[in-house]
């Protein structure tokens, strides 16, 4: 089992930076893959980046490229969410999931588990 356990959301105003934080606890032996996805007011869950445990990154789409970084440190079983010049459509509640295997990041299904999120909230 591993636990995850995700900080560092709130309410900003567009423009602004947060950095979202997700710790690991548990068997995290086997935590071979950890990402950020998010899901915004009435829409589906979307990939946003994730990490292997080598630090090879799978970058978002497009609407996050260039101002969302995803970094890892294995020592403090942690990944880390930096999202720069926040807009309202970032709107969503993050979340951060890990994998032992993975084939496509980009899809929710390959995930053994998840946290309860964090509420990221960009005002115009």
């Known amino acids: 089992q591993v636990q995850l356990v995700e900080s560092g959301g709130g309410l900003v105003q567009a423009g602004a930076s947060l950095r979202l934080s997700c710790v690991a606890s548990g068997d995290t032996w086997n935590v071979y893959y950890m990402a950020w996805f998010r899901r915004p007011p009435g829409s589906e869950l979307q990939f946003v980046g994730g990490?292997?445990?080598?630090?090879?990154?799978?970058d978002g789409p497009d609407s996050v490229k260039g101002r969302f970084t995803v970094s890892r440190d294995n020592a403090k079983n942690t990944v880390w969410l930096q999202m720069n010049n926040l807009q309202p459509a970032d709107t969503a509640f993050y979340y951060c999931?890990?994998?032992?295997?993975?084939?496509?990041?980009?899809?929710?299904?390959?995930?053994?588990?998840w946290g309860q999120g964090t509420q990221v909230t960009v005002s115009s």
């Open positions: 990490i292997t445990r080598k630090g090879i990154i799978t």
């Open positions: 999931a890990s994998a032992s295997i993975i084939d496509d990041p980009r899809r929710e299904d390959e995930y053994d588990y």
